[in-house]
């Protein structure tokens, strides 16, 4: 019988990479205020406002406009995911060790998460930390691929 780790996907490197790629993809928090029922989302990139109109912002930007400490938490969000996608990239060529961008992703997931939920523990302000679970599915899938693969795969 089949254990659930067979049922997964095969972790090739393009995929990997693919997969990767998509955490950057998905808003990593979704946070809406009381005041507004339109939500803000944040990105490893930036943020996107919808009101007034659509405005993406780059998060460099906000450093510009603020010095707020969850500001660098973001930062260093989106450097391991910028690191994680480095080292997916190096399975192309047969260099990744799996189990770094797996911890790569987790960390990720979770300095995201804490952004997330410092936000939310502001006043009229909620904050859903979506993309920590987008993270730390990939680095499930990673992580769990490369410990079922046969010893002379990884």
């Keep these: 019988m089949a254990s659930p780790v067979d049922r997964l996907p095969r972790a090739t490197p393009r995929r ?3 997969a990767v790629l998509v955490c950057g993809l ?3 928090s979704v946070q809406t205020f009381s005041s507004s029922s339109v939500p803000f989302f944040r990105f490893a990139w930036g943020g996107l406002s ?3 109109v659509v405005t993406p ?5 906000y450093f510009g406009l603020s010095r707020y400490p969850l500001l660098y938490r973001w930062a260093l969000a989106s450097l391991c995911w910028l690191l994680a996608v ?3 990239a ?3 060529v047969d260099r990744e060790d799996p189990r770094v961008t797996a911890g790569l992703l987790v960390l990720a997931g979770a300095v995201n998460a804490s952004v997330a939920l410092s936000f939310g523990l502001q006043p009229l302000r909620t904050g859903y930390p979506v993309g920590t679970l987008a993270l730390w599915a990939v680095a499930a899938w990673r992580y769990l691929a490369w410990t079922h693969a046969p010893p002379d795969r990884r």
């Design 16 to 18: 990997v990479l693919a």
């Design 26 to 28: 998905v808003p990593w």
């Design 50 to 52: 919808l009101t007034p």
């Design 57 to 61: 912002r780059l998060l460099p930007t």
């Design 86 to 88: 480095g080292s997916a």
């Design 90 to 92: 190096l399975a192309l």
